[in-house]
C-alpha cells in the first residue's frame, strides 16, 4: 500500500482513526476493528517516530511498535526499553522532530489536543458507523485553515490526508 506522501520539510502529524462523530474510543478502548486501516498505520508510520499518551500506548497489542522510535507522555515509566518517556508534550515534541523528518502523533484526545500547535497534517481514517464514543476530537476545525488533499479507500475505511494551510514548516 502507497504512503500519504507530503511535503519538503519536517511535519508533525495527527494519525487516527475516527467514527461518523469523530469519536475516537470507548471505555478505554477503540470499538471498532478494521485489520486494513490497522495495515494502513503500521505502513504509514514505520521508520517514523511515533508520539502517543500513556493510556493509549497501554492499550496496544504489541509495545513498543516494532521499526518506529516511540515517545509516550506520561508521569511513570512504561517498562520497555527504548521508549522515550516524558512529562512534558513540548521536550517530547523536541525529541521527535529532533530525530524523523515525520512525527506521527497516534493519540488520545489529550495529546492530539496538547500537540494542535505543531500539527502541520493530519491522516484521518474515517470509520463507518458511529460507536457511541467517550472520547472524541473536535472535527469542527477541519474547515478553519485546513485544506483536504487527497481522499483513499483503504478497505471499508475512508482514509483524508488534511493539510493546514500556510504552516512553513517546522
Excluded at 475516527?18 to 478494521?34: E, T
Excluded at 486501516?37 to 500506548?57: P, S
Excluded at 516494532?66 to 512529562?87: F, K, N, Y
Aim: glycine share 18%; aromatic share 10%; hydrophobic share 40%.
Amino acid at each position: 500500500m502507497e504512503k500519504i506522501a507530503f511535503g519538503e520539510g519536517r511535519h508533525v502529524v495527527w494519525i487516527a482513526a475516527v467514527d461518523a462523530a469523530f469519536g475516537l474510543g470507548k471505555n478505554g478502548g477503540i470499538p471498532w476493528d478494521y485489520p486494513e486501516d490497522r495495515a494502513f498505520f503500521r505502513g504509514q508510520t514505520m521508520g517514523h517516530v511515533v508520539v502517543m499518551g500513556r493510556r493509549t500506548y497501554d492499550g496496544l497489542r504489541v509495545r513498543p511498535l516494532a521499526g518506529r522510535p516511540m515517545g509516550v507522555l506520561t508521569h511513570r515509566p512504561v517498562g520497555e526499553a527504548g521508549v522515550e518517556v516524558s512529562q512534558d508534550i513540548g521536550t517530547l515534541m523536541a525529541w521527535g522532530v529532533g530525530r524523523s523528518e515525520i512525527v506521527y502523533v497516534a493519540g488520545g484526545a489529550t495529546v492530539y489536543e496538547a500537540t494542535r500547535p505543531w500539527v502541520t497534517d493530519i491522516v484521518l481514517s474515517r470509520v463507518p458507523g458511529e460507536y457511541g464514543c467517550d472520547v472524541g476530537l473536535d472535527g469542527a476545525f477541519l474547515g478553519r485553515g485546513w485544506t483536504c488533499r487527497e481522499e483513499r479507500r483503504v478497505g471499508s475505511v475512508r482514509v483524508e490526508h488534511w493539510e493546514r494551510e500556510g504552516w512553513g514548516g517546522v
